[in-house]
């Protein structure tokens, strides 16, 4: 069984930073592409940011891109989400997702599993 569980939120100032992390299980983690989703109180989930599976390749959404990083690493079978320059529109819980094959994917129908979520709050 697929499981994968994220950590690292919490709350932060507006321009501060935060690393999250997520651990997977019960899969050839190297195998698939990576993803971060979030939402907003009262929003749909929205992509974030995403890695193939050599973490050689990323995609961003345009409102992160230049503070966010994805990276991976496939020994440790963990994806991570360096978060800088944080702004209070960042508030959101944040999920890590395995994408359905080894490509890039921004679009949730191309993820199958799904972690809890981690909150992060950022204040202003």
């Known amino acids: 069984q697929v499981q994968l569980v994220e950590s690292g939120g919490g709350l932060v100032q507006a321009g501060g930073s935060l690393r999250l992390s997520c651990a997977a299980s019960g899969r050839t983690f190297s195998s698939y592409a990576m993803g971060w989703f979030r939402q907003a109180p009262g929003k749909e989930r929205e992509f974030v940011a995403c890695?193939?599976?050599?973490?050689?390749?990323?995609w961003y959404a345009d409102s992160v891109k230049g503070r966010f990083a994805i990276s991976r690493d496939n020994a440790e079978n963990s994806v991570y989400l360096r978060m800088n320059s944080l702004k209070p529109e960042d508030t959101a819980v944040y999920y890590c997702?395995?994408?359905?094959?080894?490509?890039?994917?921004?679009?949730?129908?191309?993820?199958?599993?799904w972690g809890q979520g981690t909150q992060v709050t950022v204040s202003s």
């Open positions: 890695v193939d599976w050599s973490g050689g390749s990323t």
């Open positions: 997702a395995t994408s359905r094959t080894n490509y890039l994917a921004r679009r949730e129908e191309g993820y199958d599993y």
